[in-house]
């Protein structure tokens, strides 16, 4: 008896669990599932297109000012300082290709998001 009342327990859940599923991709359909009107196209008109070109040109003028900034911030840390002796200068020059790199890896994941979200969006 035991075996039986889990059974049912357990499938009852999973047709809960089924009815719940279903009902939210229902939901999630588009209105003509719901209504009788035929379906409209919304376009976006010319001044929506141009912000947006707009909005990826600034995005990529910041992402090119960056990755500028970061080459000349990086060539200048490179020079080895008067006051510092061999050693000290590798050490240096060590940490800051390393910490170049990272900051490389950063803007291309930004340049990244870019692409990704200009290909979602069209």
Not at 25 to 51: E, K
Not at 59 to 87: G, T
């Amino acid at each position: 008896m035991r075996i039986v009342a889990k059974k049912v327990i357990i499938y009852s859940m999973l047709g809960l669990m089924q009815v719940g599923m279903f009902s939210s991709i229902a939901a999630a359909a588009p209105g003509s599932l719901h209504n009788d009107n035929p379906q409209r196209i919304v376009q976006l008109d010319r001044h929506d297109r141009h912000d947006r070109d707009r909005h990826e040109r600034d995005r990529r003028r910041e992402h090119d000012e960056r990755l500028r900034r970061e080459h000349e911030r990086h060539e200048q840390e490179m020079r080895r300082r008067p006051f510092e002796s061999r050693r000290e200068w590798h050490e240096r020059q060590r940490r800051e290709n390393e910490r170049h790199n990272r900051e490389l890896h950063e803007i291309g994941a930004f340049l990244l998001g870019l692409v990704i979200g200009r290909a979602s969006n069209d």
